[in-house]
């Protein structure tokens, strides 16, 4: 199976700054026919399902604030808030569709400082 | 707009069967893959399996020899069952539609879960 790690586990942020989290897959997820990496980025705040932000490692989903995006390639992702609001707390999880069995981050914690 | 909803006991007995079903309602089931997904409390999340319209299944090795799946196209409905639990199998279960393109599978429509507790 491609495991997934994420840094930090917990992230506090003051409300407009940036907070940025940190995924890592144990093999490649890069399509090299398509140049694509297969990651996603999902939100999920308590007691709701999660919401898929970001697809291809980058490509954010429609409806999706633009303060949020997503970059990397290969092995190493990244999310990013840019400017974080208090609708953002919740814990964000990073997911890998390149080989099934789908396998996803054990989540990152952002909350307001 | 597409929606999903689970539904099923939530509570279940050890060494019995947790059944779920997931009614979909504004999408059609052609062209997707449709998903279990399970969360333990405060963990992370496991992806289950999956099941095509035609019944063709993928499941996850670490359950494979206990889950099945189905789909009821006629009533809009794909299930899981997963035999002989034990408690770490307590956890909220999610449906969910996987949508394809560029060759992969994601994704992007989520049930609001349903807690399933196996307790005796």
């Known amino acids: 199976d491609i495991v997934m790690t994420q840094s930090p586990d917990f992230l506090s942020v003051s409300l407009g700054e940036r907070a940025t989290i940190n995924c890592k897959s144990s093999?490649?997820?890069?399509?090299?026919?398509?140049?694509?990496?297969?990651v996603s980025w999902y939100q999920q705040k308590a007691g709701q399902p999660p919401k898929l932000l970001i697809n291809?490692?980058?490509s954010r989903e429609s409806g999706v604030p633009d303060r949020f995006s997503g970059s990397g390639s290969g092995t190493d992702f990244t999310l990013t808030i840019t400017s974080l609001q208090t609708a953002d707390v919740a814990v964000y999880s990073c997911?890998?569709?390149?080989?099934?069995?789908?396998?996803f981050g054990p989540g990152t914690t952002v909350d307001i400082k | 707009q597409v929606q999903l909803q689970e539904s099923g006991p939530g509570l279940v007995k050890p060494s019995e069967t947790l059944s779920l079903s997931c009614t979909v309602a504004?999408?059609?089931?052609?062209?997707?893959?449709w998903s279990w997904i399970r969360q333990p409390a405060g963990k992370g999340l496991e992806w289950i399996g999956r099941?095509?319209?035609?019944?063709?299944?993928d499941y996850n090795p670490s359950l494979k020899s206990r889950v099945t799946m189905s789909v009821d196209t006629s009533k809009n409905q794909f299930s899981l069952k997963l035999k002989s639990v034990t408690a770490a199998d307590t956890a909220v279960y999610y449906c969910?539609?996987?949508?394809?393109?560029?060759?992969?599978?994601?994704?992007?429509?989520w049930g609001q879960g349903r807690l399933v507790t196996v307790s005796s």
């Open positions: 969910a539609r996987e949508k394809g393109a560029f060759g992969g599978w994601y994704h992007d429509y």
């Open positions: 504004g999408a059609s089931f052609s062209a997707y893959y």
């Open positions: 099941i095509y319209i035609s019944g063709s299944t």
């Open positions: 093999q490649s997820v890069l399509y090299s026919s398509n140049n694509k990496s297969y």
């Open positions: 291809w490692a980058s």
């Open positions: 997911q890998q569709f390149y080989r099934t069995p789908f396998t």
